[in-house]
């Protein structure tokens, strides 16, 4: 399996919603990531988690969220967004930090509405 | 100084041309480069990867590193109409939290029947 699934593909929620994102390898990879991606900019790094550990907090509103609740599933929980925050949000994995590309997902588009 | 830098174009090339998309990073002491193909709506998919001095090739694609010079360069050879995509160049960056894949603005490639 060389995939990241991500899921849901799609969501719309409101700004009192809580909702979760949810990703998945069974690569082995140890490094996850969350990067948020505007339309027309590059993926923007949120967070890194490796070996189950946060990493790195890209200093990301607390209204984001991320769980790793093992080596294989990276959750991110969005509470309270705003607008702004409708963005592709995307998972992935890497074999560590530091080592190798980078594997995405295929993005979870969010509206915020 | 951005971290990546790319032109972020259009660059329009006929087909059966040899594209060639620039990259020019910030970091010194990066050692990981890579290059990333998305495709309107789509997650970015991994390529490139380099991480020694000179070219590297895979089938259509090579890629060139000059760490000294502080630039990466992705050819494309006998460019294809499926290859028309934004091209998104990256760079491990070492922070103290930890190696952060950092991505260029990314150049958008037309190529043109």
């Known amino acids: 399996d060389t995939e990241v699934t991500q899921t849901p593909k799609h969501l719309v929620m409101g700004m009192t919603n809580k909702k979760s994102l949810k990703c998945e390898q069974h690569?082995?990879?140890?490094?996850m990531y969350w990067y948020k991606q505007k339309a027309k900019k590059p993926p923007e790094l949120m967070f890194v988690y490796s070996y189950e550990k946060l990493s790195i907090n890209e200093s990301v509103p607390s209204r984001f969220s991320p769980e790793c609740p093992n080596s294989s599933l990276l959750n991110l929980h969005l509470h309270a967004l705003q607008p702004e925050d409708s963005a592709l949000y995307l998972c992935?994995?890497?074999?560590?930090?530091?080592?190798?590309?980078?594997?995405f997902g295929s993005g979870t588009r969010l509206t915020v509405v | 100084q951005k971290e990546v830098e790319q032109n972020s174009g259009p660059l329009s090339v006929p087909e059966g041309a040899i594209a060639s998309l620039n990259c020019t990073y910030s970091d010194r002491g990066s050692q990981s480069f890579f290059w990333y193909r998305q495709y309107s709506g789509k997650s970015p998919e991994l390529i490139m990867s380099?991480?020694?001095?000179g070219d590297k090739e895979d089938g259509r694609f090579t890629a060139q590193l000059n760490k000294a010079s502080q630039y990466v360069s992705l050819l494309i050879r006998d460019s294809q109409p499926s290859d028309s995509a934004t091209y998104l160049c990256?760079?491990?960056?070492?922070?103290?939290?930890?190696?952060?894949?950092?991505f260029g603005t990314g150049t958008q490639l037309k190529v043109e029947l």
């Open positions: 690569m082995g990879h140890r490094a």
């Open positions: 990256a760079v491990n960056i070492v922070t103290g939290g930890g190696n952060k894949l950092t």
């Open positions: 380099i991480y020694s001095n």
């Open positions: 992935a994995s890497s074999q560590d930090i530091g080592l190798g590309g980078y594997t």
